[in-house]
């Protein structure tokens, strides 16, 4: 039988049966379950896509796409990397990559103290922070040599630096000695006067913290060692390549994406997407009961009239067929105005800001994904198709044995 003559068949049961007041209500509220679950799944992983968006914003161009750490030990010695870094920069979307050390120290200047994390970077670290752009170098001027230094605004304002951008400050830095233990009368610090040529602005973290200056400047502090390597690549290739790089250093390396800075948020995100989808397609499937409930007194309302069927000429299959289709139209229905609905206040959300985070009048954060709608649609309509499926066929099955 062609798919139109069915469908036709299965839309005049829909519309007869709506006299039937118990077949309806459980009708209605089989969609009404598809429908509010389907509108929930949109709004929740718009709600989570925002937050993801949110805590990546939170990272600057400081903050490189791809960094890789030792596994065994805090510091590393270049040589040891050789062979990643060539593998690396040879991989589509990698743009640049440095080697870099991160280590705590103390910075003195004058009657000033402040605890500070030093980042001993490579020349093109530059150019994958933009550094000597106006939006980070907001005071002085760019390095010249390797004994100069680059300072985060808050951390100058804690030593009291003054305006750079006629005359270089200078301060103290302490830098502890790697393996050497505490003794009276024996310093446990390299003390180094270092030129402060410019004040950089990216975010909290880094302002507070971070003394930037060239790797050549620690030779001789960290035993030739450093604490990994930084990889800039295209925000669309990111998670590509450290995949491949997992797959092929893994054992050696820990590799993380920028994203994984904070693992626990990170984590907790992914976490909380997942399980707010498995709860949510669990309502789902509640409500297909209702639907298998809702097939099921119409297959036996119209047990009658289905000699009527066969002797037009529809054999078990079209039958099957028919009631497959009504099954589809109700599925359809809901999931449909479900999606519909959840796409169209999340859209209203990001233009109205109708919900703003609590002690504050900024919007909360959605990001409306119409890829991850379209995978919602194919899931709740298999979803759908297969309770429908197995209803029909178990009705079939005990119509043919009766």
């Known amino acids: 039988m062609k798919l139109r003559t069915v469908f036709f068949i299965a839309t005049r049961l829909l519309i007869s049966r709506q006299k039937k007041t118990a077949v309806s209500v459980i009708s209605w509220i089989a969609v009404l379950g598809m429908l509010v679950s389907a509108a929930a799944m949109v709004i929740l992983l718009s709600a989570f896509n925002g937050i993801e968006g949110m805590i990546e914003g939170l990272y600057t161009e400081f903050d490189q796409e791809i960094i890789v750490r030792p596994k065994e030990s805090k510091k590393i010695h270049p040589d040891s990397l050789k062979q990643l870094v060539s593998f690396s920069q040879q991989l589509q979307g990698v743009e640049r ?87 009276i009368g024996k310093s446990p610090f390299f003390q180094q006067n270092i030129a402060v040529v410019g004040a950089i602005d990216y975010n909290k973290e880094v302002n507070d913290q971070v003394l930037l200056v060239s790797l050549n400047f620690t030779k001789g502090y960290f035993n030739d060692e450093v604490s990994g390597l930084l990889i800039q690549t295209e925000i669309n290739h990111r998670s590509a390549v450290n995949t491949i790089l997992n797959n092929k250093f893994g054992k050696q390396f820990m590799i993380k994406t920028n994203l994984e ?112 709608v379209l ?11 297969v309770a429908t499926f197995i209803t029909t066929s178990f009705l079939m099955k005990s119509r043919e044995k009766a």
Not at 319 to 334: A, S, T
């Open 375 to 385: 995978s919602l649609l194919f899931l709740l309509i298999s979803l759908g198709f």
């Open 97 to 183: 990559t440095s080697l870099f050390i991160q280590e705590r120290i103390i910075l003195r200047k004058k009657k000033k103290w402040a605890n500070a994390e030093l980042w001993a970077v490579e020349p093109s670290f530059n150019q994958m922070a933009k550094l000597y752009t106006r939006e980070h170098l907001i005071n002085g001027q760019s390095t010249e040599n390797e004994n100069q230094s680059l300072i985060g605004v808050g951390l100058a304002n804690k030593l009291g630096l003054r305006s750079m951008d006629l005359t270089p400050e200078s301060a103290v830095l302490y830098i502890p000695r790697q393996d050497r233990k505490i003794r």
């Open 261 to 372: 800075k904070n693992e626990l948020i990170f984590k907790t995100s992914k976490s909380e997407k997942l399980i707010v989808v498995v709860i949510l397609v669990f309502v789902f499937i509640l409500s297909l009961f209702n639907l298998s409930a809702s097939l099921t007194m119409t297959f036996l309302e119209k047990k009658s009239q289905l000699n009527t069927m066969y002797s037009l000429g529809l054999s078990s299959v079209d039958v099957k067929r028919v009631f497959i289709v009504l099954g589809l139209i109700i599925v359809g229905f809901g999931v449909f105005m479900g999606l519909g609905l959840g796409s169209l206040l999340v859209f209203l959300h990001e233009q109205l800001h109708l919900i703003t985070i609590p002690g504050t009048l900024n919007a909360f954060p959605s990001k409306f994904d119409v890829l991850q």
